[in-house]
């Protein structure tokens, strides 16, 4: 999803009063799927727009998304550490670390 892409859909999201939590790559340490700035939407619903790495990583966020909507209504710095289920778990594992800032839009 490019940069105009995301704020496209944010403002479609604001048009439609849907609250949306916004999920953006800070930082990166080490191998990560997606780099610095790379951004998604995440709606109450679980449903999502764009990408931050798919697979667990990407669940932690929708997870954290989902408390920030639901719960807290306000931003946090996630730490999503992909390095723990080296040697677990099968599949795609890059074994870095991003930090994710995530902030919940609700609309008045």
């Not at 191998?31 to 764009?50: F, L």
Request: aromatic letters at 6%.
């Amino acid at each position: 999803m490019t940069d105009r892409e995301f704020f496209e859909k944010l403002a479609e999201c604001e048009r439609d009063r849907l609250p949306v939590c916004a999920a953006t790559i800070v930082r990166t340490f080490g191998s990560t799927p997606r780099e610095t700035g790379a951004k998604m939407i995440i709606t109450a619903d679980g449903s999502t727009w764009g990408s931050v790495g798919g697979g667990c990583g990407e669940n932690q966020v929708r997870s954290a998304s989902l408390k920030c909507l639901l719960v807290t209504k306000k931003p946090l710095l996630l730490d999503v550490d992909l390095t723990d289920d080296l040697g677990t778990k099968g599949g795609d594992v890059c074994g870095g670390r991003m930090h994710i800032l995530v902030e919940p839009y609700i609309w008045a």
